[in-house]
């Protein structure tokens, strides 16, 4: 049988990755769209590479940009793809405000470019395509959970951005027949989720502290309530939306919500430490109340959690809570982690990777800090 053929813009982040490899293992044809970068951008894709040079290789990488219609196209035609996979953005929320108008141009555009590139090479019937729209399109709050028919109302260049993209897939969909999905994925993390997202920041440097590495964490907003998952469970749905009998959009979300304090007092809980926190907003600040790990040698009453208010946003999306009970009901959607586990996976990983860096610290080496 012919395998099928795949092309994933966004290759080299968190999504692409996995995503990645799970269709090689579905025996797929797999492309991906890398950046030209000046340092190597392929850590998260380096174990599946395969040289080039040698017979029956399944996984190739192309350099492209959103931002450039040619190149997509030129590709798109090299390729012929069943399926595409749009998870290629400037997907961090808080950098969309520096950033506004390339945002608009990456996540916006560059979705309006790959359909047109289907278009104007005639692939209309053949490849079907998955666009990566988010949970921030709801921004303030409307009704809570939010669906598939929840009202948008975007708080962010970002949303803003992808609110275009989501659109403009639904009218190439209606207008040209093309079969153009929309997940409207919720926050999904893992072990190896971009350093500046909020859960592995936490999980980095409570990893950090816990060896001795880092005094304190500085965040944000603490209030924030998320709907957190596992992104291998989230990449497993966007294949199922390719495979179901209808082109539609989905919503993919775990149903529940945390704050961001509570998600730092779990991370702090996994190494066996109990958090109190006293004051509010910029003012508060997280303690060591107890620790109950001999491993780790954390001073009671330590000062671990501080605010930095340049971590607040100018305008913030306050609670995210999603239902996915058509996903659920019409494509089976059952997801294997729920957030204790989420947490242990993020957590037992960067506990290896900071005790990495422990010992080159111990052997003389300095090593990097990370304060975003
Ligand atoms: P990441 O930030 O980890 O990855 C983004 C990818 O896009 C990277 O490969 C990045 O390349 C690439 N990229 C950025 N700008 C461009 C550009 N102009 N041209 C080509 N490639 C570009 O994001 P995730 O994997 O977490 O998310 C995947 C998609 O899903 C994104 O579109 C995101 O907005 C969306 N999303 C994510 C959610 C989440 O919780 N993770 C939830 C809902 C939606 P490089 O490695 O070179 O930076
Ligand atoms: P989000 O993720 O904006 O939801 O977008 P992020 O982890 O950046 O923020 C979540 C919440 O945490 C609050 N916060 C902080 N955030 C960061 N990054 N750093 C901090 O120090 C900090 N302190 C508090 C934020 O204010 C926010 O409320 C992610 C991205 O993956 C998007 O691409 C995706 O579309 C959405 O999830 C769904």
């Known amino acids: 049988m012919q395998k099928k053929v795949a092309l994933i813009t966004g290759v080299t982040g968190q999504d692409g990755a ?88 990456a996540d916006g555009l560059g979705t309006l470019r790959i359909l047109e590139a289907i278009r104007i090479l005639g692939l209309e019937k053949k490849t079907k395509i998955y666009q990566a729209s988010t949970s921030e ?69 409570t990893s950090r502290i816990a060896l001795g590495l880092q005094d304190k964490i500085y965040l944000g907003n603490l209030n924030a309530q998320r709907d957190w998952g596992h992104a291998k469970d989230y990449i497993r749905m966007m294949w199922m939306i390719l495979q179901a009998d209808k082109a539609e959009d989905w919503v993919i979300a775990t149903g529940k919500t945390t704050s961001i304090r509570d998600f730092v007092k779990m991370c702090f809980s996994y190494i066996g430490v109990e958090l109190e926190f006293k004051g509010s907003d910029s003012n508060e600040k997280g303690y060591i109340k107890a620790c109950n790990n001999p491993e780790f040698q954390i001073e009671i009453g330590k000062e671990v959690i501080a605010i930095d208010d340049k971590y607040y946003r100018p305008t913030e999306v306050d609670l995210l809570i999603g239902d996915a009970t058509k996903a659920k009901e019409k494509l089976g959607w059952v997801p294997e982690y729920d957030l204790d586990a989420l947490v242990k996976d993020m957590m037992s990983s960067d506990i290896k990777l900071m005790q990495k860096q422990q010992y080159l610290k111990d052997g003389g080496y300095k090593i990097k800090n990370y304060f975003e």
């Open 18 to 105: 996995y995503l990645s490899e799970f269709l090689l293992k579905k025996n797929y044809e797999v492309h991906g769209v890398k950046r030209r970068a000046s340092l190597f951008n392929t850590d998260r894709i380096d174990h599946l590479y395969q040289d080039p040079h040698e017979e029956n290789i399944n996984f190739f990488l192309h350099y492209g940009d959103l931002t450039d219609s040619t190149n997509l196209t030129r590709i798109i035609q090299e390729v012929q793809p069943d399926e595409i996979y749009n998870l290629a953005a400037m997907s961090h929320v808080h950098v969309s405000f520096e950033t506004p108008e390339y945002t608009a141009n």
């Open 137 to 205: 399109l709801y921004g303030k709050v409307q009704e809570v959970p939010q669906t598939e028919t929840t009202p948008f109302y975007p708080r962010s260049p970002y949303g803003v951005a992808k609110i275009y993209a989501y659109w403009i897939t639904v009218n190439y969909r209606e207008a040209y027949g093309l079969f153009a999905c929309n997940g409207i994925l919720f926050n999904h993390e893992s072990p190896i989720r971009g350093e500046t997202f909020v859960t592995r920041k936490i999980t980095r440097a």
